[in-house]
């Protein structure tokens, strides 16, 4: 079984085929067990720098939100039935819930866009989140997952369904990478780009 914990940068368009995403450099993980008790997700951004400052210093810069996605997903776990792939979700100061995601699926369908807000099912592990198929098979879809309105992951999909690529952009600050917000128009864009790849 194979999980998306971010594992090499990717290029939405440019390596569509890929299946990881690499967190950005300064990005430690953390460990946290799925329903089956056997997953890692990455979700400790910018904490690397501790070892060259002091443990006071390390604990006073608040790491930003983070996300993971999972796929393929257990398919021995019926909690969730439908589900397409899970989220893992990490903040500084307590763990997730449904109220700190949103997201939506956003699609082009025959030439029209459209957009399907997601709704969220929580796991019984903290922080572990489904998103079932909330959209249309016809058509090319990108799903927008966003923590605590700031770290937001980009989700596309292979003519199966299966997922395809994950990305989650971010920005680079001195000498930290940390999360950046996505514009509806880089929505579009990639949207566009997907559309028009070869089937």
């Not at 996300?67 to 776990?77: T, V």
């Not at 369908?109 to 909330?134: C, E, I, K, S």
């Amino acid at each position: 079984m194979m999980y998306l914990a971010f594992r090499s940068a990717l290029a939405v368009g440019a390596a569509l085929g890929a299946l990881a995403y690499a967190p950005p450099a300064g990005l430690a993980a953390s460990t946290a067990a799925s329903a089956t008790g056997s997953v890692t997700s990455s979700a400790c951004p910018t904490c690397g720098t501790a070892k060259a400052t002091s443990a006071s210093s390390a604990e006073a810069f608040k790491w930003p939100p983070w996300l993971s996605i999972e796929w393929p997903i257990n398919p021995f776990d019926r909690s969730v039935p439908g589900a397409v792939f899970y989220v893992h979700a990490a903040m500084h100061s307590g763990t997730p819930t449904v109220r700190d995601l949103s997201g939506a699926a956003e699609g082009m369908v025959n030439g029209q866009r459209r957009t399907v807000p997601l709704h969220f099912d929580a796991l019984p592990a903290p922080g572990m989140f489904a998103v079932r198929a909330q959209w249309p098979t016809q058509g090319t879809w990108l799903v927008r997952v966003t923590l605590a309105g700031s770290t937001t992951a980009l989700v596309s999909f292979d003519d199966q369904g299966n997922v395809a690529s994950v990305r989650v952009p971010t920005r680079v600050v001195g000498e930290q990478t940390l999360p950046r917000q996505v514009a509806q128009r880089e929505i579009d864009s990639t949207l566009m780009q997907l559309a028009a790849r070869p089937r």
